[in-house]
């Protein structure tokens, strides 16, 4: 089990914040939940230094690079022992076009999410992944056509449930 990290309400509105916008500035910020400039600060920093905050990054519209597919592909690995998946897990790694990688439960291991610029490097890319013996027994891949609901915030608030913030 994963321990979890004490927040009061004001850490909790400057995630909800920077989860919509990381490029505002701290003043902003500060003004947005309520406290002045210098402490808000050092709770950014502190959720950083408490690895809360991973990041910042743009949302890149991949639509406006060129012809691209998304690919969700489900892996099942030949053999279970721990070894098996650290072997999967970093043969997998070393390809860029794979963006998301999660071991499941179910009927299968692993969903894989992958970008590439069209469905036959698509192919291609899976082949050398076959090729390279890392592991895959089979695999299941469905194309997106289209991304109906693209929510880039995580739902904060009902994973924090058990707190009552205002």
Known sequence: MRSTVSLDRFDFKILVHLQRDGRCSNVDLAESVGLSPSPCLLRTKRLQELGLIRGYGADIALEKLGEHVIVFSEVT??????????????????YKEIVECYNVSGGYDYLLKIVAPGVGYFQALMEKMLEDDIGIERFASRIVLRQPLDRREYPLGIIATQKRWG
């Not at 690995?77 to 998946?85: G, L, N």
């Open 77 to 94: 690995i030949s053999s279970h022992r721990p070894h098996d998946f650290r072997k999967f897990e970093q043969g997998a790694s070393k």
